[in-house]
């Protein structure tokens, strides 16, 4: 069985009906928000991806166009091969100016350098930075290698001081003779900062720019979270970091949730740029993008747990206004208990409370009347009891007077100073005699059930041995004998000493004997009386061959006013009361009593008394 | 011997005025507690068969006078009971001077014996 009190169940159903509601709509929401915000955050970063990609395109299709027509400018066209040719005072002079007028390119258009290299990459003509600067990663024979094909955009590269370069050549035609190559060098940082590439639009948003040069990707942007210089280390390609940026530099494109170069968790957006054949992320960390919902998720929180203290607080109060007067009812139903009646409840509060404590008055009143009429009719019933046992106590002994005269003349009769008897006479005498002592045996047996049913039975505890107590029983039973032709036996051992009321047991032996007699047979009965110790008790038995007693009446053989055969009672003169009083003493004196019995043979009653017995 | 009989029950104190000539002794019988002090006090007797339970005037009574006036000492005094008595009570009459306690219904040859012993003391 549950146990739960009306404060809990109150409480706990006001917590759920708040609390669930808000739990479902809040998860919803939060569910909506979220997917809200992932469309919202990537089509941002698309946008981004989009632009940054245009402004590449643009910027460097730009540079291009720029070199292209650089090349093809008449002053240039018509000199180019000078620097190609042996010194003269002339060339000279041309090459000044050429040299001039690549300086004022150079500074209109922000190049870092511009190079008139020969076919075997020697340079002719260097503006801005050496050559021999560039770093031998990857070489730049190769780099340059590279641009043999035409108009032409390089990958990546960089200088010993990691500043990180882009270079656009063309070839240098003179008379249909390729005489070498012509190339600007693009400072790749310039281009970001000028494209806006580097604006960080937010706590953690990011645009990362790689390339695939062999089979390593490199960023070739300075990254927001990691100090590396850029194309000073490639990207790991065996941990599942960076995804985006390995895709896009392969030329795939695609948006949603992944891991950056750092492990953390993003939304990007990627692409490739096939003109520089570089790949363009746009991140932002989950964290930040998501920050908003988080916040909702708190509030939601908030709400819970302030909605779950107002249905606790609700709760209690509300479970109080409904217990309290059930508390009312509970303290006074107690009072009552304890027979305090005068317990009238207040009858305040709503309608049924009024009704309930009006109702438990009520039977509070009436229950009072009630205890006061059984007191009065116990208290009756006890004084009746009381008379009654005391009216059967005094008849017992006033019937005892008129009995001590007739047992008294009954015996004198017997004498022959009285005068000579006939048979006939004598006869009588014997019946008057026999019935009064019947008689007499009655009401002791009357008076001892009484004293037993109200616990008055005192007795005199003495030491005595059990051969003595057989012998005195013996000699005081043998009369009984003389109605038939009985042997009548004793059998106990020497030495056995008990503590008892002798004239108490006298009555038990009386009354058991007494059974034995009637039930023996005419001639040829046996009564045997035993006393054997048995550990700490003595062990009686008073054993006959009578009759026997069936089966199925041992069960109420030591009840009161039971006999074994109704009929026997006029025939025997029993009252009934004879075993149940040696149940009733010798219980009393702390032992037990039993019967064996087989119907026709015998029957054997035993009993124990502990040999030391105090009155239980 | 001469013996004097208080028993409150008249047909009672006659049966043992009766039962008792049989035994060859000579009685007196009261059947009032207040007359029997009286007798004892005025005659002498062998013995004396006093019922415990009287109206009025009990044996116990009687028995209280005579330790009172210091009379028990030469009293040869058998009580007759017809309620059970503790065994405390019989010491208590016995401690009194009583000689002999005896259960009622009484027999012929109880009381003889009883008598016996006393003649025998």
Not at chain 1, 106 to 117: F, P
Not at chain 1, 321 to 329: C, F, G, Q, V
Not at chain 2, 47 to 66: K, N, R, W
């Amino acid at each position: 069985m549950v146990n739960y009190s009306t404060n809990t169940l109150v409480i706990s159903t006001l917590v759920l009906v708040a609390v669930i509601p808000i739990l479902v709509f809040g998860a919803y929401s939060l569910d909506d928000e979220k997917k809200a915000i992932e469309r919202q955050q990537l089509t941002n970063l698309r946008e981004i991806v989009d632009s940054q990609k245009d402004k590449t395109m643009i910027f460097f299709n730009e540079r291009l166009a720029d070199i292209s027509v650089t090349s093809e400018l008449p002053f240039i066209r018509d000199n180019i091969h000078v620097l190609f040719e042996n010194d003269s005072e002339k060339d000279i002079q041309t090459k000044e100016s050429l040299q001039s007028l690549f300086r004022n390119i150079l500074n209109a258009y922000n190049y870092e350098s511009i190079w008139v290299v020969d076919n075997d990459l020697n340079a002719k003509l260097i503006v801005g930075r050496d050559i021999a600067d560039l770093k031998p990663l990857p070489s730049p024979s190769s780099a340059l290698e590279q641009m043999k094909v035409g108009l032409y955009l390089s990958d990546v590269y960089t200088y010993t001081d990691d500043v990180v370069e882009v270079f656009v050549s063309v070839p240098i035609v003179v008379d249909d003779i390729q005489l070498g190559y012509l190339i600007y060098d693009i400072d790749t940082q310039l281009f970001f900062k000028a494209t806006l590439f580097e604006l960080q639009l937010s706590d953690t948003g990011e645009t990362v720019v790689v390339q695939k040069q062999n089979d390593d990707v490199f960023f070739i942007k300075q990254l927001r979270f990691d100090d590396a210089r850029p194309l000073s280390k490639p990207i790991s390609t065996d941990a599942e970091l960076a995804i985006p940026a390995l895709e896009s530099s392969s030329g795939i494109s695609g948006f949603g949730f992944s891991t950056d170069y750092r492990g953390e968790e993003i939304l990007a957006a990627w692409d490739y740029v096939p003109l520089t054949r570089w790949g363009i992320v746009a991140k932002i960390d989950t964290s930040e993008a998501f920050a908003s919902l988080e916040q909702k998720q708190r509030d939601i929180i908030i709400v819970i747990i302030s909605l779950t203290v107002s249905a606790f607080v609700a709760g209690f109060v509300l479970s109080r206004i409904a217990t309290n007067p059930l508390m009312k009812i509970r303290d006074a139903a107690t009072q009552i208990t304890k027979k305090n009646y005068d317990v009238a409840i207040n009858p305040t509060g709503p309608a049924e409370q009024k009704t309930i404590a009006i109702s438990f008055n009520e039977m509070a009143k009436s229950l009072k009347e009630n205890q006061k009429i059984i007191e009065s009719q116990i208290a009756q019933l006890k004084l009746t009891d009381k008379q009654k046992s005391e009216f059967s106590t005094m008849i017992s002994h006033e019937l005892k007077t008129p009995l001590s005269t007739i047992i008294g003349y009954s015996e004198m009769l017997k004498d022959p100073k009285m005068g000579e008897l006939n048979k006939e006479q004598e006869i009588a005498i014997d019946e008057i005699r026999q019935s009064s002592v019947s008689l007499e045996h009655l009401i002791g047996n009357i008076l001892t059930a009484q004293k037993i049913e109200q616990a008055q039975l005192s007795f005199n505890i003495e030491k005595t041995s059990v051969k003595k107590l057989l012998k005195q029983a013996y000699n005081r039973l043998l009369p009984l004998m003389s109605e038939k032709q009985i042997e009548f036996l004793t059998s106990t051992e020497e030495d056995i000493v008990i503590n008892i009321d002798k004239e108490i047991m006298m009555e038990v032996f009386s009354n058991l004997v007494q059974n034995s007699v009637d039930f023996v047979p005419a001639s040829g009965g046996r009564i045997e009386m035993t006393g054997h110790s048995k550990n700490s008790d003595v062990l009686f038995s008073v054993i006959d061959n009578g009759i026997g007693i069936p089966k199925k009446k041992l069960r109420n053989l030591f009840k009161k006013y039971y006999q074994i055969d109704t009929s026997m009672t006029r025939k025997h003169g029993g009252s009934g009361l004879g075993l149940a009083i040696c149940k009733g003493i010798i219980e009393g004196f702390g032992g037990k009593i039993w019967v064996e019995s087989e119907e026709g043979k015998r029957t054997i009653i035993y009993f124990t008394i502990p040999k030391k017995s105090g009155i239980k | 011997m001469k013996i004097l009989i208080i028993d409150d029950n008249e047909s009672l104190a006659i049966m043992f005025s009766r039962m008792l000539e049989l035994g060859g002794h000579k009685t007196i019988a009261s059947n009032d507690g207040r007359n029997g002090l009286a007798l004892i006090q005025k005659e002498k007797f062998d013995v004396i068969v006093l019922d415990l339970s009287m109206p009025e005037f009990s044996g116990y009574d009687i028995l209280d006078a005579l330790e009172k006036d210091d009379m028990m000492k030469d009293k040869k005094i058998i009580v007759l009971t017809a309620t059970a008595i503790t065994q405390e009570q019989i010491d208590r009459l016995k401690k009194q001077g009583v000689k002999d306690v005896l259960k009622k219904p009484i027999r012929p040859d109880v009381i003889n014996e009883a008598l016996k012993n006393i003649a025998g003391q």
